[in-house]
């Protein structure tokens, strides 16, 4: 089992970046794919982003791909979003998801372990 704690979230202007962390507990860290999501007002939540246990693959939601990159630190176990060319339409609470497998999964109920979400909000 593993908890999540995600952070970094704010308010920030259009184009500014800011940088997600998702601290992960629990035991064999390396060993989940990760993974955002963000739900928006009023919508369901959406897949942003994925990155395989083995930090050797990484997915994109079209809507932030070239503006968004995941990476992750296995020593820290840690999960990190680095956004940047914000939009308004990137305005979201974000999610930290883990599972032991689907590698690269777009679907909710795929993942086992959520964190609490962190609030970004993009103001034009």
């Known amino acids: 089992q593993v908890q999540l704690v995600e952070s970094g979230g704010g308010l920030v202007q259009t184009g500014d970046s800011l940088r997600l962390s998702c601290a992960a507990s629990?035991?064999?860290?390396?060993?989940?794919?990760m993974a955002w999501f963000r739900q928006a007002p009023g919508k369901d939540r959406d897949f942003v982003s994925a990155?395989?246990?083995?930090?050797?693959?990484?997915y994109y939601a079209d809507s932030v791909k070239g503006r968004f990159t995941i990476s992750r630190d296995n020593d820290k176990n840690t999960v990190y979003l680095q956004m940047n060319s914000l939009e308004a339409e990137d305005t979201a609470v974000y999610y930290c998801?883990?599972?032991?497998?689907?590698?690269?999964?777009?679907?909710?109920?795929?993942?086992?372990?959520w964190g609490q979400g962190t609030q970004v909000t993009v103001s034009s």
């Open positions: 990155i395989s246990w083995s930090e050797d693959t990484t």
């Open positions: 998801a883990a599972n032991r497998g689907s590698t690269g999964s777009r679907r909710e109920g795929d993942y086992a372990y």
């Open positions: 629990g035991r064999a860290f390396s060993s989940y794919n």
